[in-house]
């Protein structure tokens, strides 16, 4: 799958991190397993699941497949999902551990996400606190997906983003990653408290 | 192509930012085209347009082709172009808002630009605001564009190089990106303002 | 050897740094020897020694072989040792000079460790001073091997990691080391005293 | 040539910089040739030049062969020059733009260098300020060379390092680019004057 190589190449699916999961035509969600190397897929590192996330064989998914199913649930377009763990992504949302989403604004990139036709829109991410709860997890961000929503972050864990196919969901999350490499950087000289210290 | 692959392996076309041409010697221009990783071109992945951007056939060219036309206008012993995304251009542009050229001193690579015998000299990379209208982002470019310029940025977006050919082209990207990346860490200590954030 | 070219890719073994051991079904240690390439291993790059670290060939093994030595006495479920050096590591224990420990809380990569079922637990890394007294090295930190315990920090020089088998001894150092490398970044506005500069 | 490939992976010669040589048997020097990427060197690359620095074909060598033949001069046993260009050693040698040399201590990568038997023994590299005249610059570093020595900086602009042979200098490079790295992130908090921006 030269795609999970891609992320795995930028470091953003480090040991057994992330999971990439696509929406077959008659339905199924095929997805990764869980405990295995991101970057190195087999035959059998994929299982599928059906719409409520019941496994098709007698292996268990991993825990988060049941975010991978609320967003095909909410977006029917949808038909990739891609979850990974950058250094990125971890600091910045730790370090601003008061925020409820990153805005992103003055980049390029934010053209790539419907409904932005300039740099100078805005693209709020939702930013929502850790939890090993994935029902926790699920209820809060079920509510903050709004239509033209492509990416969310979970606070010191990672990005989820999501797309019509696998190709555009890796191109998305590129773009984002991108992003929040500048804005590390940018927000370097801000003193802003660092709540999570 | 081997320098697209050499340019993506530096991170400077993520998702499919980027767009590189050259001028071919019955003065046409084959340029990449919008939509596509630029570190994977295949035979479909670059289309040729005439001297005033207009496409040889059905497809449309990137908005920014009129940026690459401009270029080979005003200067005719150029034949490649690159444009550029690196998370050092984006930063630096931005984080210093109020400035309308970058000056790079004190590198053995300036050697690389024309008229420059010594790391000692003085070049000056002219930085433009960013515009979603390429005609106004060419009418603020073209009268800054002297002999021996070689590259431009734009801000929050990315750079431009052009030489004689493609190699030379990737090459000064290379230099100019090098130099970017030492600004970044020198320039890390000032505290000047920060005007866009 | 595919997990020692990973380890390379991302610089954790530039030069001749690094040693990797794994434990033979025999009880003998397959060892690394000293002043080779860690990432291009080849057939007469790894030698063994008895489970008192005594070759079993005419070579004189690396002086760093106790050090695996002790971590197979105290883990009789270990079966694979990684020692990395990284400028993350090698950053981190010098800069906080005076820690005998690293504290590292709130990250997803944290179940990884046994005994840890939230990314909300606390994982003590222990820092020891360096020596090139390997008796003195081993002698400080034997008292603090904790059965759970699967990674150590040698301040200035690198870090240690161990574990059942070799591809998860690789993944607990790209855990580990996606850790420090947070840290780093999140650490840097904090303005604690410097101590060994 | 794998060494150069390792060294243009890290970017340690990007565009046409650096340049590698060897001490042939014959006494013959072989030396890379100016305006070509380091990374990806053919059988046309590389040209041979006497003792003296004259060059035994009808190319013109690279101005600074003269700086490899006055290593080869002061050290018989050395066989190996590397130059390399990276971005830690330009804005390390510049922002410190006082010091004649950079003390490096504490770092196990010192007993990689000859006299060296522990971390805690102090390596100094010596800085000289970068020049186009290679007369001038020879003539600033030949009183510099101490036996033990085995790498200088030239302000600015790069590293040399020297050895028995090729792979013994390419692993001192990777040595000290390391502790290059180390040593920009340490020094950073640091509230030294920065002279040169």
Tied chains: 1, 2, 3, 4.
Aim: hydrophobic fraction near 40%; include cysteine; charged fraction near 20%.
């Amino acid at each position: 799958m030269k795609n999970s190589a891609v992320l795995a190449g930028h470091n953003w699916a480090p040991a057994t991190a992330g999971n990439y999961s696509i929406r077959l035509p008659d339905g199924l969600i095929a997805i990764t397993v869980s405990g295995e190397d991101k970057g190195d897929l087999g035959p059998h590192s994929v299982m599928t699941v059906d719409a409520g996330g019941k496994a098709t064989d007698h292996r268990k998914p991993s825990a988060e497949t049941l975010l991978h199913i609320k967003l095909y649930e909410h977006y029917p377009g949808c038909h990739a999902v891609l979850h990974t763990h950058s250094v990125a992504s971890t600091v910045l949302t730790r370090r601003y551990a008061q925020l409820s989403h990153l805005t992103l604004t003055d980049y390029e990139f934010l053209k790539l996400f419907p409904g932005i036709a300039s740099h100078s829109a805005k693209l709020e991410i939702p930013i929502i606190d850790n939890s090993q709860d994935m029902q926790a997890l699920s209820a809060k961000i079920s509510p903050l997906l709004s239509p033209d929503m492509r990416a969310y972050l979970i606070r010191g864990h990672g990005l989820y983003v999501w797309s019509e196919n696998m190709t555009l969901a890796r191109r998305l999350t590129e773009a984002v990653e991108f992003m929040l490499s500048c804005e590390l950087e940018l927000r370097r000289e801000r003193n802003e408290p660092i709540a999570d210290l």
